[in-house]
């Protein structure tokens, strides 16, 4: 049996018993046999089963915070703020206590944690939360204002396909079905420093 293919029996075996690295068998050959243990490893793998979905580990990789940025509008925020938080060895409840108090705002911990939450789930337009949030923050979390900015900063949404022209109307509810409604709900000191009064 030659290497290549003995080599390729250990990563089939590993990959099923676990999760095979591909790069720690092609590290054990060179050139030719490189190549063509790379092609075999890709071969086996597109037919190989796939495994069933996991849920709760996929919540706790770090891929969550990849597609949590990618389909949000907090750009990066959803993969480096609970980095961030656990290279500072906080608890969310820690930080967000620890937030209230940088911003002068104790007592609204609940109101705080509701936008920190946002953050982090990429839900919170990046936009609309002051400086003074990304810098109490920063404090907190061993990170410059300037970096926090940054990694909210979304990217542009590509050019829209065109469209044909639509008609449509635009109307105001009257007054006293406003009025009945109750109204916008009164914002706060809170909701302007994550929201910027939008």
Known sequence: M?????????????????????????????????????ALIDGYLARAPRRAFDRAAFEASPAAGVVASLAGSSGTWPALLP???????????????????????????????????????????????SDRVLEALGRIVGESAAVLRAAGTVAPPPPPAPAAPALARLAAPAAEFAAAAGGAPERDEVDVLFTGGI
């Open 83 to 129: 980095r961030l938080r656990h290279r500072a060895r906080l608890k969310r409840a820690e930080l967000v206590a620890r937030l209230a108090s940088e911003l002068g705002v104790g007592g609204r911990e609940a109101k705080v944690a509701s936008y920190y939450h946002a953050m982090e789930q990429g839900a919170l337009p990046s936009a609309g939360v």
């Open 2 to 38: 030659t290497d290549v293919n003995r080599l390729l029996e250990e990563f089939i075996a590993a990959d099923r018993s676990g999760v095979a690295d591909p790069a720690q068998f092609l590290a054990r050959v060179d050139g030719l046999d490189r190549a063509e243990l790379e």
